[in-house]
Antibody, heavy 126, light 110 residues
Framework: EVQVVESGGGLIQPGGSLRLSCAASGFIVRDNYMSWVRQAPGKGLEWVSVIYSDGKTYYADSVKGRFTISRDTSGNTLYLEMNSLRAEDTAVYYC????????????????????WGKGTTVTVSS | QTVVTQEPSLSVSPGGTVTLTCGLSSGSVSSSHHPSWYQQTPGQAPRTLIHTTNVRFSGVPDRFSGYILGNKAALTITGARTDDESDYYCMLFMGSGISMFGGGTKLTVL
């Protein structure tokens, strides 16, 4: 069965660091695009970061320079390293495998989320 | 900064038809943004409905259809059911690896 399971969430003080993990089964992480999406309490979804199968990484402006997406090259796990955490980073963090398609008219790949985890909760508070 | 816009809330009667839209605070949405749509009920992970503007995801009934409506992306639900009552989010691919979600539409079926 294709699935992803997040872990690593918890309560952390402002300015602290946390690493989230996403264990995948039924597919190979490094062969896919993988994303992190978060949802603050009572708010909508926010795209956070993506790692392409070729290793390129991209971030939302709200986390750029503080968060790092990576993957375990020997295992089958995706990570999100979060530094300099702020109260506004409090959210449920979802890991997703992305479907990938090629736009032949504009010559780039794009993606969408196709397998979602259940999420892990991060609370940034003193 | 560009914002993806959605109706905050909509309502539909059981069996009725409703259209949700997804726009940009500046500019138009086109198929080049490769809109995707997601459904989320409270306390649950999102579920993928539509990708690449109009491609229904595996297992999604044909009551859900996506398309471009003028300068926005649209999701139409026909034959609305009570279990369609959810939050719906669109996502646009903005280029250079970046995606953006809309603020979501809370759909009430009553």
């Amino acid at each position: 069965e294709v699935q992803v399971v997040e872990s690593g969430g918890g309560l952390i003080q402002p300015g602290g660091s946390l690493r989230l993990s996403c264990a995948a089964s039924g597919f190979i992480v490094r062969d896919n695009y993988m994303s992190w999406v978060r949802q603050a309490p009572g708010k909508g979804l926010e795209w956070v970061s993506v790692i392409y199968s070729d290793g390129k990484t991209y971030y939302a402006d709200s986390v750029k320079g503080r968060f790092t997406i990576s993957r375990d090259t020997s295992g089958n796990t995706l990570y999100l390293e979060m530094n300099s955490l702020r109260a506004e980073d409090t959210a449920v963090y979802y890991c997703a495998r992305d479907g990938r398609e090629y736009d032949y008219s504009q010559y780039f790949y794009y993606y969408y989320m196709d397998v979602w985890g259940k999420g892990t909760t991060v609370t940034v508070s003193s | 900064q560009t914002v993806v816009t959605q109706e905050p809330s909509l309502s539909v009667s059981p069996g009725g038809t409703v259209t949700l839209t997804c726009g940009l605070s500046s500019g138009s949405v086109s198929s080049s943004h490769h809109p995707s749509w997601y459904q989320q009920t409270p306390g649950q992970a999102p579920r993928t409905l539509i990708h690449t503007t109009n491609v229904r995801f595996s297992g999604v009934p044909d009551r859900f259809s996506g398309y471009i409506l003028g300068n926005k992306a649209a999701l139409t639900i026909t034959g609305a059911r009570t279990d369609d009552e959810s939050d719906y989010y669109c996502m646009l691919f903005m280029g250079s690896g970046i995606s953006m979600f809309g603020g979501g539409t809370k759909l009430t079926v009553l």
